[in-house]
């Protein structure tokens, strides 16, 4: 089955420093990737998406200079956040689609990572 | 704009009963649903798809049914078992390449 691997799994950092977090779609292609963001027992916050060769869409109120989004391979795509604050302290998920099934073939999923900002 | 919403945050049932979830769209006419399964710190796993002109899909233990008419989707989980715990969120597509998530329905199965 299609594996979307994101790491790290978990990261602490200061609160100024940035933080890069990577997801690779390990046996398909993925033109397009998306971002999201997850709080405690809520569901998931598109951030942005990622298209690969082109800058990354983002949704209202999400600040790109503030989550840079790279998306230089077919497989991989990069979030870093930059000066990083306690607020920013949250699960974020990345997410790809097969570029060879479809606009309606479901997502898949890396497992998330724990972002903590002291 | 466009809306999924379940609006059970928390489903309680006892083992070998059968889970049955909701979710609701508004302002939106969905040309399919999707149901995803996610654990505690993990990412969403897809589950099952069902398109607009389908009106029930069955996989195993699993069943979706997609009402055009009442705007919702039931996700069942037929003679339930405590490792079925998890969330389950209802997605779609909102008409371009973004899929939008439902907040979830957290199952709790006692043995």
């Known amino acids: 089955g299609a594996v979307v691997s994101q790491h790290p799994s978990r990261v602490i950092c200061k609160s100024g420093t940035s933080v890069k977090i990577e997801c690779r779609s390990l046996?398909?292609?993925?033109?397009?990737m998306f971002w999201y963001r997850q709080f405690p027992k809520k569901s998931l916050m598109l951030m942005a998406t990622s298209n690969e060769g082109s800058k990354a869409t983002y949704e209202q109120g999400v600040e790109k200079d503030k989550f840079l989004i790279n998306h230089a391979s077919l497989t991989l795509s990069t979030l870093t956040v930059t000066s990083a604050h306690p607020e920013d302290s949250s699960f974020y998920i990345c997410s790809a689609r097969d570029s060879s099934a479809g606009e309606n073939s479901p997502l898949h999923f890396g497992n998330g990572t724990r972002l903590t900002v002291t | 704009s466009q809306k999924i919403e379940q609006n059970s945050e928390a489903l309680n049932i006892q083992e070998g009963k059968t889970a049955t979830l909701t979710c609701n769209y508004t302002?939106?006419?969905?040309?399919?649903l999707q149901w995803y399964r996610q654990d505690p710190g993990r990412g969403p796993v897809f589950l099952l798809l069902?398109?607009?002109?389908?009106k029930e899909k069955r996989k195993e233990r699993l069943k979706v049914t997609f009402d055009t008419t009442l705007k919702q989707s039931l996700f069942h989980i037929t003679a339930s078992q405590p490792a079925d715990s998890a969330t389950y969120l209802c997605?779609?597509?909102?008409?371009?390449?973004?899929?939008?998530f439902g907040a979830g329905t957290r199952l709790f199965v006692k043995a």
């Open positions: 046996d398909f292609q993925a033109t397009t």
């Open positions: 069902i398109r607009e002109n389908e």
């Open positions: 302002n939106y006419s969905p040309a399919y």
């Open positions: 997605a779609s597509q909102d008409g371009g390449f973004k899929t939008i």
